[in-house]
Nanobody
């Protein structure tokens, strides 16, 4: 079982930055993929970014490429999402997710989810 807890959300002006954190606990193996998704009101959950737990391969959704950076700290069991040049359309609840397997952008393939953290970008 894996538990995920997000933090770091908040209110920021357009053009600003935030860093989200995801604390992972439980049995996490090197085969895990960690990801961030987001969901805005009335919209489907959207893939944001992913990273392999033991490797350095990262993936990004087209809407955040070049602005967001995912990273992880194995020693601390943490995953981070650095968000720069934020736009009002980035407003959403951001979720940390994990799966025991390779990368996919499909939310249904992730087995473990955090409770989410709200990010609001004002114009």
């Amino acid at each position: 079982q894996v538990q995920l807890v997000e933090s770091g959300g908040g209110l920021v002006q357009a053009g600003g930055s935030l860093r989200l954190s995801c604390a992972a606990s439980g049995r996490i193996f090197s085969s895990y993929t960690m990801a961030w998704f987001r969901q805005a009101p009335g919209k489907e959950r959207e893939f944001v970014s992913a990273i392999s737990w033991s490797g350095v391969t990262t993936y990004y959704g087209d809407s955040v490429k070049g602005r967001f950076t995912i990273s992880r700290d194995i020693a601390k069991n943490m995953v981070y999402l650095e968000m720069n040049s934020l736009k009002p359309e980035d407003t959403a609840v951001y979720y940390c997710a994990a799966r025991n397997g390779g990368y996919t952008y499909l939310a249904s393939f992730y087995n473990y989810w955090g409770q989410g953290t709200q990010v609001t970008v004002s114009s």
